[in-house]
């Protein structure tokens, strides 16, 4: 497939901001491709080479690409570099600049998607002393042969600033179009993504065996499933009119998510974002298959940092101490964790995804053999008000953050958010300022003791509906001068040129990053707001929600994903229980 087919498709998707539009280019664009290359085609589309999971990523620096692009058009690196700040993006000065040489000179190869990704994966593998200058001939190469626009994406994709703003969801309804004439037909594939985090290889089931080998998609063993995710609620009585007369309840434990898939000795680790997360547990893999009575498994489990004398919680900060690279089993030693299973999707050879909860609880008690490190998480079967309320100081005093509700007769829903599993906190009861997880979109430079950094961020909610970032809140309270230097190292990464079509705002910031960052905010109160757009229009025509006085509590919520920030839902409801819990007051 010519390479020119994509770059002038990702041209004209990184022109439009409206979903319909890039949906259409999509679905254009999946037309044009032949069915071995489709899920190349989608890997590149998301700035990829290969799933999150897998990890392969290109990380090559801007000043190689810099002396590829010389080496292949001739001009010196200080032109190429002033023209790039010039225009503040690589692919576009290299472009403007290999226009200029290709006046002079004849194209002589037409290189194709496969040649481009072939070279891109090679470059993504290269180690060791010699890679910088194998990488730079590599990339001269693919230049010398390109378009001016070919040039530009290649870049964007090495560099990793293709920012087109397509959401998954979008992807999966193009390719439905595509190869099944509806959009009626995402939901096999929405399944086939959630169960396996592989959108290139869900593309090249449906172009190759149609919508029925989709709907035929089965769990693969160490490919991570999207995790389950739960509502919150505020009290013991609206958990009980949402989950029915009688319910589990498990002890929300303040640590880290963890995919365990188990082969015999085998064990990987993948974290709630879906990141490949074994290296940070040298003890996990060395212990679990002794606990694990069974020859293939995918279990579900919270590592929580412990008190080693007194056994007791400690709070999920502990656990950041392990995400080193070296000296990690200093970190072993110094801070010691358990692993607590709460819950079983896949055992020996088969789903487990479709049995009920209580079915799978089962089955995860005689799988697990509990020992010192490995444990079920304490769950209890509850019918009211009373004994939630037990269970939930029993939880809080063993150090937990609460309670998870889940329905006894439900599914596993991989990557989705229902009614099926409720989180109830404590602090959430009689509460206004709730924490709130938000996304961060944009920021306005410091001045003062803050030049040269963020002094300020724009902050956006999640919107389910229409699957975009609303704004807010600008929050510049509760920063250290420690986090204020990572925060600004993490964002520097994130800035785009354009504001992403996903954010929705009417504020103008200083600059505008990729929604991607999660951070976790308290605030005094939610109010309505002639600005921001979360829930607009939801409680009063023409005004969305804001919250007031927002501090940043310190928690960086690495194993988050965007998607998974408060939604507007969330906030409408927060803002609604404020309402009644003032007008409770007004009349005591
Ligand atoms: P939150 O991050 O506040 O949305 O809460 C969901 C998270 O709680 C999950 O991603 C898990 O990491 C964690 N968690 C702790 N205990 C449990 C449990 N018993 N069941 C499910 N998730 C749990």
Redesign the pocket.
């Known amino acids: 497939m010519k390479f020119s087919i994509l770059a002038e498709s990702l041209n004209k998707m990184e022109k439009t901001a409206k979903r319909l539009e890039l949906t259409q280019y999509l679905v254009e664009l999946f037309e044009k491709t032949p069915q071995d290359v489709i899920s190349r085609i989608v890997y590149l589309l998301q700035g990829k080479l290969r799933p999150d999971f897998e990890g392969i990523e290109l990380g090559v620096a801007e000043k190689l690409a810099i002396r590829a692009i010389s080496k292949s058009s001739g001009i010196t690196t200080k032109r190429i570099e002033e023209a790039y700040r010039k225009s503040g993006d690589l692919g576009q000065a290299a472009t403007k600049i290999l226009e200029q040489k290709t006046q002079t000179t004849f194209l002589v190869e037409n290189i194709t998607v496969e040649r481009v990704y072939e070279t891109l994966f090679k470059i993504a593998r290269l180690e060791g002393s010699r890679s910088q200058d194998m990488k730079m001939k590599y990339i001269s190469s693919l230049l010398n042969d390109a378009t001016p626009l070919e040039a530009s994406y290649i870049l964007k994709i090495l560099l990793g600033t293709l920012r087109l703003g397509v959401a998954e969801n979008t992807v999966m309804d193009a390719l439905a179009i595509a190869y099944t004439g509806s959009k009626e037909n995402r939901k096999p594939l929405e399944h086939a993504y959630n169960v396996s985090s592989d959108l290139g290889k869900v593309a090249e089931t449906i172009a190759s065996k149609g919508i029925k080998g989709v709907e035929e998609f089965e769990i693969i063993l160490f490919n991570p499933i999207r995790?389950?995710?739960?509502d919150?609620v505020k009290s013991e009585e609206e958990a009980i009119e949402k989950m029915g007369i009688e319910f589990a309840a498990?002890?929300?434990?303040?640590?880290?998510?963890v995919q365990v898939h188990v082969e015999k000795e085998k064990v990987v680790l993948f974290s709630?974002s879906l990141e490949n997360i074994s290296e940070y547990y040298p003890d996990i893999i060395e212990k679990i298959p002794n606990a694990v009575l069974a020859d293939q498994a995918i279990l579900?489990a919270?590592a929580v940092a412990i008190n080693e004398n007194t056994g007791e919680f400690l709070p999920f900060q502990e656990l950041m101490h392990r995400r080193r690279k070296y000296k990690i089993e200093k970190a072993v030693s110094q801070y010691p964790i358990t692993v607590?299973f709460?819950?079983i999707l896949y055992h020996n050879g088969k789903s487990c995804l479709e049995q009920e909860y209580k079915e799978r609880r089962k089955l995860l008690e005689k799988i697990i053999k509990e020992d010192e490190f490995a444990k079920h998480?304490p769950?209890g079967i509850v019918k009211n008000q009373n004994e939630i309320q037990e269970f939930l100081e029993n939880s809080i005093n063993s150090g937990?953050?609460g309670?998870?509700l889940?329905m006894l007769d439900k599914p596993y829903q991989a990557g989705s958010r229902g009614n099926y599993?409720l989180?109830l906190?404590r602090e959430y009861q009689n509460e206004l300022g709730d924490s709130l997880?938000l996304v961060v979109i944009g920021a306005f430079f410091g001045k003062g003791r803050r030049t040269g950094r963020y002094g300020t961020l724009l902050l956006a909610s999640y919107d389910e509906d229409t699957d975009t970032f609303t704004s807010i809140c600008k929050v510049g309270t509760g920063f250290t001068d420690e986090y204020l230097d990572q925060l600004y190292q993490i964002l520097s990464d994130k800035v785009t040129i354009k504001k992403n079509p996903r954010i929705d705002s009417e504020m103008e910031a200083d600059v505008w990053f990729e929604p991607e960052l999660v951070i976790e905010i308290v605030a005094s109160e939610i109010t309505l707001s002639p600005i921001h757009k979360a829930a607009k229009d939801a409680i009063r025509k023409d005004a969305g929600l804001a919250l007031r006085f927002p501090k940043f509590t310190g928690k960086i919520?690495v194993?988050?994903f965007a998607e998974?920030a408060s939604t507007n839902e969330e906030v409408i409801a927060l803002y609604k229980g404020q309402k009644k819990v003032a007008h409770d007051k007004s009349l005591m």
């Open positions: 995790p389950m995710l739960a919150r498990e002890y929300k434990l303040d640590g880290e998510r709630r579900e919270e607590n709460f819950d998480v769950m937990s953050e309670l998870m889940k599993w989180k906190k997880d919520r194993e988050k998974d």
